[in-house]
Nanobody, 125 residues
Framework: QVQLVESGGGLVQAGGSLRLSCTAS????????MGWFRQAPGKEREFVAA????????FYADSVKGRFTISRDNAKNEVYLQMNSLKPEDTSVYYC??????????????????WGQGTQVTVSS
């Protein structure tokens, strides 16, 4: 069992920045690829970014590429999402998720084993 707790959400003006954190506990963190997803009201939960177990490779949705950066610190059991140049359409609840030793990093949310409770990000225009 892995417990994931997100933090760092809030209200920010368009063009601003936020840094989300996700702290994991319960199992060996480096065994898990990590992903960030988001869900706006009335919409499906969508892929935002993912990172391999070692942190060597990262993957992004086209909508956030060049603005968001995912990183991880396996010594601290944490994964981060640095969000810059935020837009009103980035407003969502953001979730981190853990995928146990995948053959390849997934963009499909159904492949992830554990989820956090989410943190709200609101971008005002």
């Amino acid at each position: 069992q892995v417990q994931l707790v997100e933090s760092g959400g809030g209200l920010v003006q368009a063009g601003g920045s936020l840094r989300l954190s996700c702290t994991a506990s319960g199992r060996t963190f480096s065994n898990y690829a990590m992903g960030w997803f988001r869900q706006a009201p009335g919409k499906e939960r969508e892929f935002v970014a993912a990172i391999t177990r070692s942190g060597e490779y990262t993957f992004y949705a086209d909508s956030v590429k060049g603005r968001f950066t995912i990183s991880r610190d396996n010594a601290k059991n944490e994964v981060y999402l640095q969000m810059n140049s935020l837009k009103p359409e980035d407003t969502s609840v953001y979730y981190c998720a853990a995928d146990y030793r995948p053959a390849a990093v997934r963009r499909d949310r159904t492949g992830y084993d554990y989820w956090g409770q989410g943190t709200q990000v609101t971008v005002s225009s």
